[in-house]
């Protein structure tokens, strides 16, 4: 009797912070390079169950394994690439093959796959708010907003000079920075923090002909009809066990007060 409580609490604290994984995944369905996270559960505790004689425990033979607690495991971040939106915004980047933007923040450099990017009070590229966007030559100063992108992340302005009455005009081409990309060994030591960033204590490694699609985001990689599906079957695991746990709280106070009369 007793182990069921310890089955049904438990289904029921896994189920619930099934759910706010799954809300998390489904508030950030729009924003840009989300990746999804996915809860994985398992038994904690395995016991092995014997059969033996009522006066005699010799020879106890093995029946079956049993577990009183359902617990979370672990929970996985899904990198698998999301789509991409052709924004025409020209503060807004996507990464077109593996890697992660480097930014500087308070608590150090940290990564990320969203690109959605501004530029601050003294021209520097920024994330909503967090930090500097690096460049391979430190953070990335934007002067001049009629810069444009080559597919490796150069950013660099045209600038035109003379070409007055008596004299001829000459272009040249100045670089503003280029895009810092970098990539990792091991997505598992990748640590997810706030607004879509990750840190790690692995050593980065230097991405030196990336891909980078200007003027467009990568969507985050969120499916909302299966955050849907998994969000309704939690919900029914959760209500199935309180409509039990409530069962036995009515049995067990019949068994103490009815039953204890007699």
């Not at 998390?24 to 169950?49: C, H, L, P, W």
């Not at 607690?69 to 899904?78: C, E, F, K, L, S």
């Not at 039990?244 to 007699?262: F, P």
Request: net charge negative; with cysteine.
């Amino acid at each position: 009797m007793y182990q069921g409580f310890y089955n049904l609490t438990s289904g029921m604290l896994t189920q619930t912070r099934n759910l706010n994984v799954i809300g998390n995944n489904m508030v950030n369905i729009q924003t840009a390079g989300y990746k999804r996270d996915k809860m994985v559960s398992s038994t904690f505790q395995e016991e092995m169950m014997y059969r033996t004689g009522k006066h005699y425990k010799d020879n106890a033979k093995a029946l079956a394994t049993t577990s009183k607690i359902r617990t979370a495991q672990q929970t996985y971040v899904n990198y698998e690439q999301g789509a991409y939106d052709q924004t025409e915004g020209i503060y807004d980047f996507a990464l077109g093959d593996s890697g992660f933007f480097c930014v500087e923040t308070p608590m150090g450099v940290q990564y990320t796959r969203n690109g959605s990017f501004h530029v601050d009070d003294e021209g520097y590229l920024t994330l909503n708010g967090m930090g500097r966007v690096l460049g391979t030559d430190g953070p990335i100063q934007i002067d001049n907003e009629d810069f444009t992108v080559d597919k490796t992340g150069r950013i660099s302005v045209l600038e035109v000079e003379g070409g007055g009455e008596d004299g001829e005009a000459q272009a040249t081409v100045r670089e503003l920075g280029k895009l810092r990309v970098v990539d990792f060994a091991d997505y598992g030591q990748l640590h997810k923090e706030d607004y879509g960033l990750f840190s790690t204590g692995q050593q980065a490694q230097e991405v030196e002909s990336p891909s980078i699609l200007w003027k467009s985001l990568e969507r985050s990689n969120v499916d909302m009809v299966e955050e849907m599906t998994s969000m309704m079957t939690s919900q029914r695991a959760l209500q199935s066990a309180a409509q039990v746990l409530k069962m036995y709280d009515q049995i067990m106070s019949k068994s103490a007060s009815d039953v204890g009369r007699l």
